[in-house]
């Protein structure tokens, strides 16, 4: 298995018990419940910037009160190649056996659910009031 930094790579979108979710076409497919962060903001995205995906649970043996998906931060480690983002995960999760914190997943913009504004950006709904 591929590392980065020490950590194993999680390349392909998906493992034995989970797969990341097109927010993208979810967006799309709800309009007015669900959106997500547009093209413009993913050249904003920097090294250490933290980004949520969803990580949804696909093995049938998860417990029946699992939910469909994991939405968990990744930090991005490394800039983008190709239209692939990299990021440690940060988050230890619940449902998802093959994953844990500060491993590395591979992602596309479109897998992104939301980007973390901290209160010092001007992007920040707070911003300016």
């Known amino acids: 298995m591929d ?18 979710d097109d927010c993208a076409a979810r967006a799309n497919e709800h309009p007015h419940t669900f959106s997500v962060p547009s093209l413009d903001e993913e050249a904003l995205v920097f090294i250490g910037a933290l980004l949520r ?8 043996a ?26 440690h995960l940060t ?18 913009w479109a897998h992104v659910a939301q980007v973390y504004v901290q209160s010092n950006d001007p992007r920040h709904p707070s911003a300016g009031t």
């Not at 998860?62 to 239209?83: I, K, L, S």
């Open 91 to 108: 988050n230890e999760p619940v449902y998802i056996r093959s994953l844990q914190s500060g491993d590395v997943i591979e992602f596309k």
């Open 53 to 60: 995906l969803h990580f949804v649970v696909t093995d049938p």
């Open 3 to 20: 590392t980065f930094g020490g950590f194993p790579i999680k390349s392909g979108f998906s493992g034995p018990d989970w797969e990341l």
């Open 62 to 87: 998860a417990a029946e009160d699992a939910p469909r998906a994991e939405r968990m931060w990744v930090e991005v480690c490394a800039p983008p190649h190709n239209g692939i983002h990299r990021g």
